[in-house]
């Protein structure tokens, strides 16, 4: 196996970790303490972004494992698709609203790098004939 699979292997694997992780915080006087996660974002409208993070990278360590020119292809547009989504996710969760900020947490920005790592490793791995 690549280096670059191992790397892709690596990243995919962080981001679901970083999915059960606190991403961001609201400490505010009127409000109660919240803490939201990839999975939990109770007392807010965020939805759960963190399961769609899940399933696409366990999507993408599938297509990794494989061997076969049309995985990559098809890992391509996954974890194409799994670096915008995690993009999202850090605008969404690190956006002031109605004047109160939210503290971000390590684990989102975590989750944004190795999206561009397992992004940048599908680019470079090499095609198997």
């Known amino acids: 196996m690549s280096k670059t699979r191992i790397i892709g292997i690596i990243?995919?694997?962080?981001i679901i970790i970083c999915a059960f992780l606190p991403w961001s915080e609201?400490?505010?006087a009127h409000l109660?303490?919240?803490?939201?996660?990839?999975?939990?974002?109770?007392g807010s409208s965020?939805?759960?972004?963190?399961?769609?993070?899940?399933?696409l990278s366990v999507l993408g360590l599938v297509m990794f494992a494989l061997r076969k020119k049309w995985t990559l292809r098809v890992n391509l547009f996954v974890c194409g698709f799994l670096?915008?989504?995690?993009?999202?996710?850090?605008?969404?969760?690190s956006r002031c609203e109605v004047g109160i900020c939210p503290q971000v947490h390590i684990a989102l920005y975590i989750s944004v790098v190795?999206?561009?790592?397992?992004?940048?490793?599908?680019?470079?791995?090499?095609?198997?004939?």
């Open 26 to 28: 609201i400490n505010d």
């Open 46 to 55: 965020y939805g759960e972004p963190g399961k769609l993070n899940i399933f």
């Open 114 to 129: 190795a999206a561009l790592a397992a992004f940048l490793s599908v680019l470079f791995t090499r095609v198997d004939q």
């Open 83 to 93: 670096l915008a989504w995690t993009f999202r996710n850090v605008l969404i969760f």
């Open 32 to 42: 109660k303490h919240l803490i939201f996660t990839g999975v939990n974002t109770e």
């Open 11 to 14: 990243a995919t694997a962080a």
